[in-house]
């Protein structure tokens, strides 16, 4: 039981080490010679022996693996890591040397195969590189709907905890406590995992608006549609996370400001607006004085500092800087369409599409013209959260993937197995009286 518990602790550690460092990296490489020990053993002992994927379970060959609590964490990893490269089973055969091993974790490390065809070049690959003591097979197309649910519930679900985490994380501010950033870095690498597994239904989970309040729920969807779009421009792993450490404390600052000016239901006045402006710099500064600053890198920080500066250079706070930097320019573009598609006290949501047009038109001024050319390409034509009215008369919102919940008696019913429909109109929530937020919880609690 200890061999296969070690398996199962080593084969999910350097999985996930091998996608952030390089295969000579030396971390990396003592955990590549642990694995290899644990699996010679188990070929010694078994002969040729085979992990499968089960829903929610792992199997070695035909017998369930039974994980006690101090494994639980690395088995759902696992279990994670498999489903987002679509992996139902490897098998580990005799004669595996440590580099074959070492080039297999390292490619799969990397490797997010969608289809059928993504997984066949994949196999192709590994065999073109030497690998033939290990083999893998893709998810059946069953267990790939029952694993597409139970992802679907889980991202929710760490999507909801992601919110209390920050709620923790502004008290712990109030009491001049620490703030848990390793926490903070696990929840941004999962966001990062689902989005590289499911872009659009992660993209759909950001039309969850002010549960907890605005400034906590923001936070999560910009980190979120950062990392969605730090992925589409093409950012190395590393610089996501960092990027979605960014998005996710951005606008910690607001802990120094009070209540009665973050939610005034009335235009703020000048001395108050001075105060909201000021926030990027108490971000920043917050998190440099907090314990570890190797886990909140410079360009993370500058990114928080300069979310608010223009790409014209205008905005605030005002510094000695011709552009701001790349973080800075992507959390402009994703800040402003979240905080425009969400209702608050003193404006009602703007609709994706509005959002979008406004976003466009300020191209080359506000916006870098690049980014926001990615970030229409990423959130498509009817981003997650479009209501819409169809031909047919019914009253539907985009979901994922371009999908349609047709909504019944006002939106407390759905369904979602229809035909594809055509847009008469784009309509506002509050011209219907339909919450983006209760509809897309509810389609998930479906799944």
Wanted: hydrophobic letters at 40%; glycine letters at 6%.
């Amino acid at each position: 039981m200890e061999k296969i518990r070690n398996l199962i602790l080593y084969l999910t550690i350097s999985i996930r080490t091998g996608a952030f460092f390089e295969k000579s990296n030396e971390t990396y490489r003592k955990h590549i010679q642990r694995l290899f020990e644990i699996i010679a053993d188990l070929l010694k002992e078994r002969g040729d022996f085979t992990l499968k994927m089960k829903i929610n379970y792992i199997f070695l060959d035909d017998d369930r693996i039974d994980v006690s609590l101090d494994i639980m964490g690395p088995y759902r990893l696992l279990l994670n890591e498999l489903t987002i490269r679509n992996i139902e089973e490897i098998t580990f055969h005799k004669g595996l040397e440590k580099e074959e091993l070492n080039d297999f974790i390292f490619i799969i490390s990397r490797t997010f195969p969608k289809d059928s065809k993504d997984f066949e070049e994949l196999i192709g690959y590994l065999r073109n590189r030497g690998i033939k003591n290990i083999s893998i097979t893709m998810l059946s197309k069953e267990q790939h709907v029952e694993q597409d649910k139970s992802f679907k519930r889980e991202a929710l679900k760490i999507f909801l905890n992601s919110i209390f985490y920050l709620k923790d994380a502004f008290e712990s501010l109030y009491t001049n406590e620490q703030i848990n950033l390793t926490k903070a870095r696990k929840i941004i690498k999962l966001f990062t995992d689902y989005v590289l597994q499911d872009e659009t239904f992660m993209i759909g989970l950001t039309t969850i608006k002010n549960i907890g309040s605005y400034t906590l729920n923001h936070s999560v969807n910009v980190s979120i549609l950062s990392i969605a779009l730090g992925i589409k421009l093409g950012l190395e792993k590393r610089d996501i996370t960092e990027l979605g450490m960014a998005g996710f404390f951005h606008d910690i600052g607001k802990s120094n400001i009070s209540e009665e000016i973050l939610e005034k239901p009335a235009p703020l006045t000048e001395e108050e607006f001075e105060i909201i402006k000021k926030h990027p710099h108490w971000s920043a500064e917050r998190l440099l004085l907090i314990r570890g600053l190797k886990n909140i890198p410079a360009f993370a920080l500058r990114g928080i500092l300069e979310h608010h500066i223009d790409y014209d250079g205008s905005g605030y706070p005002k510094l000695n800087i011709e552009k701001p930097s790349l973080f800075a320019r992507i959390l402009r573009v994703v800040d402003t369409y979240d905080a425009m598609t969400t209702a608050r006290c003193y404006q009602k949501a703007f609709t994706p599409i509005e959002a979008i047009n406004y976003i466009i038109s300020k191209k080359g001024e506000i916006f870098d013209p690049v980014i926001v050319d990615k970030f229409v390409e990423l959130l498509g034509t009817y981003p997650p959260g479009t209501i819409v009215q169809l031909t047919s008369g019914e009253i539907g919102m985009f979901l994922e993937d371009g999908n349609i919940a047709i909504l019944k008696e006002g939106g407390s019913k759905i369904e979602t197995d229809t035909p594809r429909k055509k847009v008469k109109k784009i309509l506002s929530g509050e011209e219907v009286n339909i919450d983006p937020t209760s509809i897309f919880i509810k389609y998930t609690s479906m799944q």
